[in-house]
């Protein structure tokens, strides 16, 4: 499979651990948000004003500067019913689109399956960080996961050329599929020799990349600077994904909550403007979401496990703008505590997989779900 | 069976209730006898030995960080490496490596090694006793108390996030029980805290304790699982482990970790077991004991179900690092850059007393993907291929002692070297095509058939059978 600069691509970020959507995206005249969190909120003089009901969390700026150019949409009370409230389950149906049952297969893993059916680009989706989130995952489908770009290679410790693509070759030949070896065996050969040939690629991608753009110093910005690397470096690879950690803030979370988002805000914006500085940001759409938002009231010193919460959706073809409604935070609309999502995360996926990938979303999400007009 | 098959059969057992063993320690624990190693394993001898010839103290002196790494997790994460890799009491490393799977704690909140440490020390104290004490011991634990925030559940303030995760994740498994019992464990725990809560900043660390605070206990009554009272933390606890799908819950994980790979963990109210007469085996082992770990991995260890499961297991990225600076006895005595014994398991997807969340790993072939392989395949073959490490040098003083000399001989040797691996047809046949390019090993020269032998034994740790445990 060739790639054109054309092929519109995404980059998925999770914001692992659950965001406290209340406290993110704020509705700054509801008495209800200072009433339900005596210790966990922003004072109101330091938020970012958006409109004349929302407000952005103080360490959002660089987002905002991007909502401002129209190209940020957010995306309001996203989740899906009867929310389970665990980390686990919650993440396993954002990857699954399985609310009901264990699934199996990720969705963006379905995207590479669909835009790759042949195989023939073991880099056309990846993850940068250790290991891989099951949303990348389908029996079959090669996925790369590029901890980091600069290391990256098949029996590396070998110096001598001559012997090395010996050993390659012997590599190759040990990893090549065999009839009754077991799903196991098959999948750990396959993932040899998507390994071998997806490391042979990707070497070329720091070797090419130069830029003026300054990543900040923080676990997300050297991800999102990996994959600006190999996005300009147009190997064809579709999906990008990763993540950043953790939002799981039980406790201590007016410490750590602004923290993570001027990671991930400053991150971002490095990002893009590393795009622009070549040319090239009109085909990336970035999408963040988090497994669930938090109980609107805190407990103390952080916040529960809630169900509702906020996606974003950002970049250069985006329609800017709020999209959907804050779910009502009156006690008698709650849920166990919760904000009520009233927006399915696979009409979010829905509008990505049709209106910006171009294929059939119903197979990847598991049915028809309410698009949203953001692109 | 052949001497041969009874190395094959110890090599299996240390791999799973060990970090593996080179040859000649096989042969010893054979002439001992399996079911005579078996016990040896259960019944470590109570002292702590320290190690061979004061290991452990060695570290100490000699990198005193890591005793008390306070918020650098490498350093944490060395220690605990240096210790699987070198302590003679491997099944108590193993343990405590099961119950870190299963109670995952995490740095990325604690910030305080020194109490993960302290976990670990727990695991290792309580971990072949008895699980109804190893829960009130976790219940206990500041490191947990910290990481699921139940130094902030209070009488008047429920904080329900140890109450859930000691039912979804500790006990009984999703779906076994009602949001109104989370509320009410949660209720049980209230006054369960850590002591003292002195900030960081600026007084730096204090050593954590468990504290009760009665005066912050909600002693009022509860309605839990059906049962009634005026509930403390342990009484949920005695409720918790009388529940059949504890007992089977928790078999489960074992039998993940030392037997065969499961389903990942939320598909278990979905799928049945991977061998349910096993499972219930165990269940009732478990049971009939009181509840007893040691009883259960005798039972297990001792078992047919467990020794027919050789290559049924994806190793986890620490007994990959644990298991083959084992066999090349590297690391067995402190040295600069002991960070990285710490990190490489991270680098496979495995960042030890740091685990994505507090439901752990997804294990099995989920360690697998392109890049961990990568990590795997590279750091086995750059170590078994360094002519300069003992263990790579016994192996092949011992391979010029038995006369390997032809292809077939080397490959076969290398084979048995690395724990008696056993390769399929097709893949033997390819290494000794390979092995077959370089001729007879040469012993006139000595350090070319180093080499050689260095190469064969790295193309043998990037098979595919080696990533099996």
């Known amino acids: 499979m060739t790639s054109t600069q054309k092929d519109p691509v995404i980059v998925v970020l999770q914001l692992t651990g659950g965001n406290d959507y209340f406290n993110t995206v704020i509705p700054h005249n509801d008495p209800l948000y200072m009433d339900n969190r005596p210790y966990i909120k922003y004072p109101l003089e330091d938020l970012i004003k958006v409109d004349d009901e929302l407000s952005f969390m103080p360490s959002m700026g660089p987002i905002k500067g991007l909502y401002d150019q129209g190209k940020v949409a957010v995306i309001h009370g996203i989740g899906y019913p009867d929310s389970p409230r665990s980390h686990f389950r919650s993440m396993d149906i954002w990857h699954t689109c399985e609310p009901d049952k264990v699934g199996i297969e990720g969705w963006a893993g379905r995207i590479t399956q669909q835009l790759d059916p042949n195989k023939e680009n073991v880099l056309t989706a990846i993850n940068f960080g250790h290991g891989l989130p099951r949303a990348l995952v389908v029996p079959g489908v090669p996925v790369a996961a590029i901890a980091d770009l600069s290391t990256y290679g098949v029996l590396t410790g070998i110096t001598d050329q001559d012997q090395r693509s010996k050993a390659l070759d012997l590599f190759a030949r040990m990893y090549s599929p065999a009839i009754g070896a077991g799903a196991v065996t098959d999948y750990l050969r396959g993932t040899g020799m998507d390994a071998l040939k997806g490391a042979d690629i990707v070497k070329a991608a720091p070797e090419m990349y130069s830029s003026n753009v300054e990543y900040p110093a923080s676990a997300i910005a050297s991800h999102l600077k990996d994959i600006a690397q190999v996005y300009l470096a147009d190997l064809g690879t579709r999906i990008f994904y990763t993540q950043h950690a953790t939002f799981d803030t039980h406790a201590g979370e007016m410490m750590n909550h602004p923290i993570l988002w001027r990671e991930v805000s400053e991150g971002i914006t490095a990002f893009f403007d590393d795009l622009h500085e070549h040319g090239r940001g009109e085909n990336v759409l970035m999408y963040l979401f988090s497994e669930f938002g938090r109980r609107v009231h805190d407990n103390g010193s952080g916040t529960d496990h809630g169900a509702a919460g906020a996606s974003f959706v950002i970049g250069d073809m985006v329609k800017g703008g709020m999209y959907g409604e804050y779910p009502s935070r009156k006690a008698e609309d709650l849920e166990q505590g919760d904000l009520v999502p009233n927006y399915d995360f696979r009409g979010a996926y829905s509008s990505i997989v049709e209106d910006w990938m171009g294929l059939d979303a119903k197979p990847i999400v598991n049915g028809n779900f309410e698009k949203l007009a953001f692109l | ?469």
Not at chain 2, 151 to 164: C, I, K, P, Q, S
Request: charged share 25%.
């Open chain 2, 1 to 469: 069976m052949s001497h041969k098959d009874d190395l094959a059969q110890m090599a299996h057992l240390m791999r799973r209730a060990g970090f593996g063993a080179t040859r000649g320690e096989l042969e010893r624990r054979v002439a001992v006898g399996y079911e005579a190693t078996v016990e040896e394993l259960l019944n470590p001898p109570k002292e702590d030995s320290g190690g061979p010839a004061g290991t452990f103290a060695m570290l100490t002196r000699y990198h005193p960080n890591t005793l008390l790494p306070g918020g650098v997790p490498t350093l944490g994460q060395s220690s605990w490496m240096y210790h699987m890799i070198n302590s003679p009491n491997p099944l108590v490393e193993k343990v405590a490596l099961f119950w870190h799977h299963v109670f995952a704690t995490g740095n990325s909140k604690v910030d305080n090694c020194d109490q993960l440490l302290e976990q670990v020390e727990m695991f290792r104290e309580f971990g072949m006793g008895n699980y109804r004490t190893m829960l009130v011991e976790l219940s206990k634990n500041p490191a947990m108390i910290y990481w699921l925030d139940n130094n902030e559940n209070h009488r008047d303030a429920v904080n329900e996030n140890w109450g859930r995760e000691l039912l979804e994740l500790f006990s009984m498994g999703v779906s076994n029980y009602t949001e109104v019992d989370v509320r009410e464990a949660s209720r049980a725990f209230t006054g369960w805290t850590i002591a003292p809560k002195v900030p960081r900043l600026p007084y730096g660390r204090f050593p954590w304790r468990f504290d009760y605070r009665e005066e912050d206990h909600d002693d009022t009554e509860k309605t839990f699982l059906g049962h009634s009272g005026n509930f403390n933390g342990e009484d949920i606890i005695d409720i918790i482990v009388k529940e059949p799908a504890t007992i089977r819950f928790i078999c489960r994980h074992l039998y993940n970790f030392f037997v065969a790979d499961e389903v990942q963990v939320p598909a278990w109210t979905i799928e049945p077991a991977r061998d349910e007469e096993a499972l219930d085996v165990m269940v009732n082992t478990l049971e009939e004991s009181n509840y007893d770990i040691k009883t259960l991995l005798r039972v297990v260890f001792n078992s047919d179900f467990f020794k027919n499961a050789t290559y049924a297991k994806i190793k986890s990225p620490a007994e990959v690092v644990a298991g083959t600076l084992r066999l090349v006895e590297d690391w067995n005595t402190p040295r600069p850059g002991i960070k990285d014994i710490g990190l490489q398991p991270g680098y496979m997807g495995q960042s030890i007393l740091d685990p994505p969340s507090v439901e752990g790993w997804y294990t099995g072939a989920e360690w697998i993907n392109s890049g961990s392989l990568l990590a795997r395949i590279n750091f086995v073959a750059d170590r078994v291929a360094d002519t300069s490490l003992s263990g790579v040098k016994k192996i092949i003083a011992d391979m010029k002692a038995d006369g390997v000399s032809t292809p077939d001989e080397l490959v076969q040797a290398s084979l048995e070297h690395m724990g008696f691996l056993e390769l399929s047809p097709e893949t033997k046949k390819q290494l000794l095509e390979h092995a077959k390019g370089g001729g007879n090993l040469d012993w006139n020269d000595e350090a070319a058939s180093g080499t050689r032998i260095g190469e064969v034994l790295a193309l043998v740790g990037a098979t595919t059978e080696y990533q099996f445990g």
